[in-house]
């Protein structure tokens, strides 16, 4: 468990869900910065450690895509949720391309964002600055799960963090049967059919990556999710 209150960026410019956001987040233990646009948000960011980020998309000054790219830039690891009236696929994905840990549609309940939260924030170390190397050894490959990167034959491969985080899953869970609706609750926080969608796009993604190693595989199992096969040394 994290010994020190989280710290939650958000950026929402419709103050009275902001003030209730705030409200209710504290009252849950988070420390929040309530910021009114996009402009403000990075100012914020840049001049203090967060620990994850709550992005409404439509604001002014600077969007919430806008806002979670430059933060993307300086700090590739800092988690980040979509808060948005805006439901559509196209958004959505674009949303995911930019590396989201999650997207929440207005109207929600506290609740359900809470949960979300707590699914993104599991994966945060307690202290940034005792987060361990951690490499994987797949086959032929090595996998640098801290620095989001697959190795072979001394060539780096750079990956993203939600394929990085979905590949450390399958490494936990390797040569077992992997059940669909717990890789999404436990990495999108819920069973949902877009997310579904998102994630076989992803396991294509880890099988072409891999693909160099014919002793790995992701093997799908009808009706039920898949068993990441691994060589045992």
Request: hydrophobic share 40%; proline share 3%; aromatic share 10%.
């Amino acid at each position: 468990m994290h010994k020190e209150k989280l710290k939650i960026l958000l950026a929402e410019d419709d103050l009275n869900l902001g003030f209730l956001l705030v409200e209710y987040l504290e009252t849950e233990g988070f420390e929040v910065r309530l910021c009114k646009d996009g402009e403000l948000a990075l100012r914020a960011f840049q001049n203090n450690l967060f620990d994850l980020c709550l992005l409404d998309v439509m604001m002014p000054k600077l969007d919430g895509f806008s806002l979670a790219k430059e933060i993307r830039s300086q700090d590739k690891m800092i988690p980040v949720i979509f808060i948005t009236a805006r439901s559509s696929k196209e958004d959505k994905l674009k949303g995911y391309d930019l590396d989201a840990d999650d997207y929440i549609t207005k109207p929600f309940d506290e609740e359900e964002l809470l949960w979300k939260i707590k699914a993104v924030i599991r994966r945060i170390p307690e202290s940034k600055n005792d987060a361990k190397i951690e490499l994987i050894s797949l086959g032929s490959y090595t996998f640098d799960f801290n620095n989001q990167s697959l190795i072979f034959s001394g060539k780096t491969k750079r990956i993203t963090e939600k394929e990085s985080d979905i590949l450390k899953y399958l490494c936990d869970h390797k040569n077992k049967v992997i059940k669909r609706e717990d890789v999404l609750k436990d990495l999108w926080g819920e069973n949902d059919y877009f997310f579904g969608r998102s994630l076989d796009v992803f396991i294509t993604k880890m099988r072409k990556y891999l693909k160099e190693d014919p002793s790995l595989s992701i093997e799908n199992v009808f009706g039920v999710g898949f068993i990441f096969n691994v060589p045992v040394k």
